[in-house]
């Protein structure tokens, strides 16, 4: 068995680091930065940084504070957030970003991820779906946020973005996320049964049998908290011992 | 008189060079980002980054007239470092979507992963730990130095360094069962499939080793 990646992830509204419930009713949580240089000296194996109302505002990232954010980090960084051109990805990429998330642009102008897999390479574009489920095993892919419908099947768009060229997804389910009930399993089964490329698990981590069910049930490669990392729930330490003791590889330190 | 830049990362036009040039900044000064064959030339250390396919390597390097200025840089034992596709292009050819010359400074290719004992995604996105072939002295006075064996560092990759010689592999690997070369050497001339820049406190170190290896 390879070593899972263990990512935490940041979303970002204006200069802070918030989390919400089902990706609304937003607090504030506290200072990029300070987060992300506590992470990265605690071991993780990435980080995600995800402006999450950039698209919805029709907003551009905020690049300065990226760079700020990116600057001691010597990690795999993860950047999304109102990406639409490759232009935009050249900026993310010049601000200390290793990968773009591409969601809501991507649904809209498909033609975009070809167009941005064959300037960047495959490695660099991570498509991310938000998912709600609509009935079992059917789940509607929704943009901006967590906010707005697009009638595609979200399995459907997945396939798609694999032909389209993308090197790696990211799976969010809506109605886990910040409930701290676990992953939806169902879900991320559901991509990993097919994906040839990695697949990230988000969405509902609240305990350390959550993020063992998304790997051994989910078969995530990879797994993006927020808010067990924030609120101290536990160190990415202690969760990396407990996994060792579940027979789980992560990197070690 | 501009102090001569000790260091210069070669900017072929593939990848982002934004966090290797933050990390080689911690341990010196003295860096250029270049494209420029006469500035490369008098550097006294060089860094060959990248990331794409290998035909997309070469004909960056090709378009701006650098093939035979990294091949003399070589020539004249002044130290180099490949990172990722820049590792893969120090080697004689390349089979990434056909075959490619390289720069052909160690003999050897650039192969696909077969088809992986534990049947794991390609490509290999994620830390894998790195060991010498025979005996961690092997690391001594080389960008290895001093990391412990077994560290881990990130790899983003499907295609692996083969070297002819067995000799010029400094270090290996292990992804989904299978063993694979982790980084090359032949005299001043390193060559890491891992990205140090992204490798954490680790990859940090071996970038301090290799500008610790340029002569002041």
């Known amino acids: 068995m390879k070593n899972i990646r263990l990512i935490p992830r940041l979303d970002i509204k204006g200069p802070n680091v918030v989390k ?13 930065r300070e987060l992300a240089q506590r992470y990265y000296e605690e071991g993780a194996d ?14 551009n990232l905020d690049f300065e504070l990226l760079k700020s954010v990116s600057d001691n980090i ?12 490759v232009h935009d990805i050249n900026n993310a990429l010049r601000a200390g970003a290793d990968k773009v998330a591409i969601n809501t642009y991507a649904i809209h102008h498909p033609e975009f991820l070809p167009e941005a897999v064959k300037k960047f390479g495959a490695q660099c574009i991570v498509l991310s779906v938000e998912a709600k489920k609509i009935r079992e095993g059917k789940w509607e892919a929704y943009t901006d946020g967590g906010r707005e419908k697009t009638g595609l099947d979200a399995i ?48 509902g981590a ?38 060792l003791e579940e027979k789980i590889k992560t990197r070690t330190l | 008189m501009r102090a001569t830049p000790k260091l210069v990362i070669v900017d072929y036009g593939v990848g982002n060079l934004q ?49 035979q200025t990294v091949k003399k840089f070589a020539e004249s034992r002044k130290p180099i470092l490949g990172i990722c596709l820049g590792a893969q292009l120090l080697l004689s050819k390349g089979f990434e979507f056909g075959e490619f010359q390289g720069l052909d400074i160690i003999a050897g290719k650039v192969v696909r ?34 990391i412990p064996e077994k560290s881990s560092v990130y790899f983003v990759h499907s295609y692996i360094l083969a070297p002819d010689a067995r000799e010029n592999i400094l270090a290996l690997a292990n992804y989904g069962g299978y063993e694979f070369c982790a980084a090359v050497r032949q005299g001043n001339v390193y060559g890491c499939q891992f990205h140090p820049e992204k490798s954490g406190p680790v990859g940090i170190k071996i970038i301090e080793n290799f500008v610790n290896l340029i002569p002041n």
Not at chain 1, 20 to 32: A, D, F, M, S
Not at chain 2, 26 to 51: K, R
Not at chain 2, 125 to 143: C, F, H, L, R
């Open chain 1, 74 to 85: 010597f990690i795999p960084f993860t950047v999304g957030g109102g990406v639409r051109t």
């Open chain 2, 113 to 146: 992963f077969p088809e992986l004992p534990e049947r794991e995604k390609i490509p290999n996105i994620g830390w894998s730990q790195i060991y010498p072939k025979s005996d961690a002295s092997s690391w001594n006075e080389t960008v290895l130095k001093n």
């Open chain 1, 156 to 203: 459907e768009w997945i396939r798609k973005g694999l032909d389209l060229g993308i090197g790696e997804i990211m799976i969010t389910s809506i109605d886990h996320d910040g409930t701290k009930k676990g992953y939806e399993l169902e879900l991320v089964k559901a991509v990993t049964s097919f994906a040839p490329v990695p697949v990230i698990a988000h969405g």
């Open chain 2, 19 to 67: 966090s290797l040039g933050k990390a080689v900044k911690l341990f010196t000064d003295q860096l250029l980002v270049s494209e420029d064959p006469q500035e490369i030339s008098q550097a006294d250390g060089l860094i060959l980054p990248g990331v794409g396919a290998f035909e997309a390597g070469m004909s960056g390097l090709g378009i701006r007239g650098l093939i």
């Open chain 1, 206 to 243: 609240g305990a350390l049998e959550h993020i063992r069910e998304a790997i051994l049930g989910g078969q995530a490669d990879a797994v993006a908290a927020s808010s067990i990392f924030h609120y101290n729930l536990f160190s990415i330490g202690q969760l990396k011992k407990y996994l």
């Open chain 1, 20 to 32: 919400g419930i089902h990706t609304e009713g937003l607090r504030v949580v506290g200072n990029p």
């Open chain 1, 46 to 59: 990435e980080i995600l940084y995800m402006d999450i109302v950039a698209s919805l505002y029709q907003r």
